[in-house]
């Protein structure tokens, strides 16, 4: 999720062998560092598909543009291979070139590349799931960052992003959003360090939106936020950021998330243990009535 949306044994069961991965980003589900970009794979050969059926139905890139709502330098950029187009873009780009679906069946895997490698099978597995639960120590969760904070995130890491980079960072981190209104909605629940939230990343004009869109976020039907206080005498998760995912199946994994080191469990028996982890720590932690008020009181402050 804010993000991300992070072992020993993780093998992930549709996706491949046993894996691990490196670079993760701190605090903000692994997703923003660097990875998979622009440039890449998949991104080069859509956008020489793109170009194809552009050429094929007569346009030039200025037309096209105006077409679909994008600048010629954007139409460019995608056809090049340079900037990963969003979703609704490639929708518009099959009808309006009469593609037959040839660009269509594209956009699935397009959209992973706006992921690193490491955080593509993570994004997969959330973006179906029906419950997930995050635990962040870092940094506000990626599910719940506004695009001021996410962008704020992605300019601070180090090594430094391409300014493109970050755009497609925050691009993808906003997609994941749409979580929330999928239907069905899925369960989602969040533990937050209370560091996390007291830490003005970005300056206190883009932390005092950080922290209302927190309390929408809390606020709807199928989300529940908690907060674990710092002067919390017991803590069930000291080894750090993770992520609980169930899917359609009733399969559950874990995304547990560490410097260079970024895993996903299968295994039963790890997962259990992340399972116990964290539901001892939603009774350490705030209740989600109590959170909210302490989030608003937060908000007073700055």
Same mark, same amino acid.
């Given at each position: 999720?804010?993000e991300p949306?992070?072992?020993?044994g993780d093998?992930?069961?549709e996706f @491949?062998?046993? $894996?691990? *991965?490196p670079?993760?980003?701190?605090g903000?589900?692994?997703? #923003?560092? =660097?990875?998979? &970009?622009? %440039?890449?794979?998949i991104?080069?050969v859509?956008g020489?598909q793109?170009?194809?059926?552009?050429?094929?139905a @007569?346009?030039? $890139?200025p *037309?096209?543009?105006?077409?679909?709502?994008?600048?010629?330098? #954007?139409? =460019?950029?995608? &056809?090049? %291979?340079?900037r990963?187009?969003?979703?609704?873009?490639?929708d518009?780009?099959d009808e309006?070139?009469d593609?037959g679906?040839?660009?269509? *069946?594209?956009?699935d895997e397009?959209?992973k590349a706006?992921?690193?490698?490491?955080?593509?099978?993570?994004?997969?597995?959330?973006?179906?799931?029906?419950?997930?639960?995050?635990?962040?120590?870092?940094a506000?969760?990626?599910?719940?960052?506004?695009?001021d904070?996410?962008?704020a995130?992605?300019?601070m890491w180090r090594?430094?992003?391409?300014?493109?980079?970050?755009?497609q960072?925050v691009?993808g981190?906003l997609?994941?959003?749409?979580?929330?209104?999928?239907?069905?909605?899925p369960?989602?629940?969040?533990?937050?360090e209370?560091?996390?939230?007291?830490r003005?990343l970005?300056?206190l004009?883009v932390m005092?939106?950080?922290?209302?869109?927190?309390?929408l976020?809390?606020?709807?039907r199928n989300v529940?936020i908690?907060?674990v206080?710092?002067?919390?005498e017991?803590?069930a998760?000291?080894?750090?950021?993770f992520?609980?995912?169930e899917?359609?199946?009733?399969?559950?994994?874990a995304?547990?998330?560490?410097?260079k080191d970024?895993r996903?469990?299968?295994?039963?028996?790890?997962?259990?243990?992340i399972e116990?982890?964290?539901?001892?720590?939603?009774?350490q932690a705030?209740?989600?009535?109590a959170?909210?008020?302490?989030?608003e009181?937060l908000l007073g402050?700055?």
């Amino acid at each position: 999720m804010s993000e991300p949306m992070g072992e020993t044994g993780d093998v992930t069961p549709e996706f @491949g062998e046993q $894996r691990q *991965e490196p670079e993760t980003e701190a605090g903000a589900d692994t997703d #923003t560092g =660097a990875g998979a &970009e622009a %440039g890449s794979g998949i991104v080069r050969v859509f956008g020489r598909q793109l170009k194809r059926c552009r050429v094929r139905a @007569g346009l030039e $890139r200025p *037309e096209f543009g105006a077409m679909v709502g994008y600048s010629a330098s #954007t139409i =460019a950029a995608f &056809e090049q %291979g340079r900037r990963i187009p969003p979703p609704r873009f490639i929708d518009q780009a099959d009808e309006v070139l009469d593609a037959g679906g040839v660009l269509l *069946e594209m956009k699935d895997e397009v959209a992973k590349a706006q992921y690193p490698p490491f955080f593509q099978d993570a994004a997969q597995l959330e973006a179906k799931a029906v419950e997930l639960h995050v635990y962040a120590t870092k940094a506000v969760p990626g599910l719940l960052q506004t695009a001021d904070y996410a962008r704020a995130v992605c300019t601070m890491w180090r090594p430094l992003l391409s300014e493109e980079i970050i755009e497609q960072r925050v691009t993808g981190r906003l997609a994941r959003q749409e979580i929330f209104s999928r239907a069905p909605l899925p369960t989602i629940s969040f533990v937050i360090e209370e560091s996390v939230l007291r830490r003005p990343l970005g300056g206190l004009s883009v932390m005092r939106g950080q922290l209302e869109q927190v309390m929408l976020c809390g606020l709807r039907r199928n989300v529940e936020i908690q907060v674990v206080p710092n002067a919390l005498e017991e803590h069930a998760a000291l080894e750090g950021p993770f992520t609980l995912i169930e899917n359609r199946d009733g399969r559950r994994f874990a995304y547990v998330e560490g410097y260079k080191d970024s895993r996903m469990f299968s295994e039963r028996k790890y997962v259990r243990e992340i399972e116990d982890q964290y539901g001892i720590l939603r009774a350490q932690a705030l209740s989600p009535r109590a959170s909210l008020n302490f989030v608003e009181k937060l908000l007073g402050e700055l």
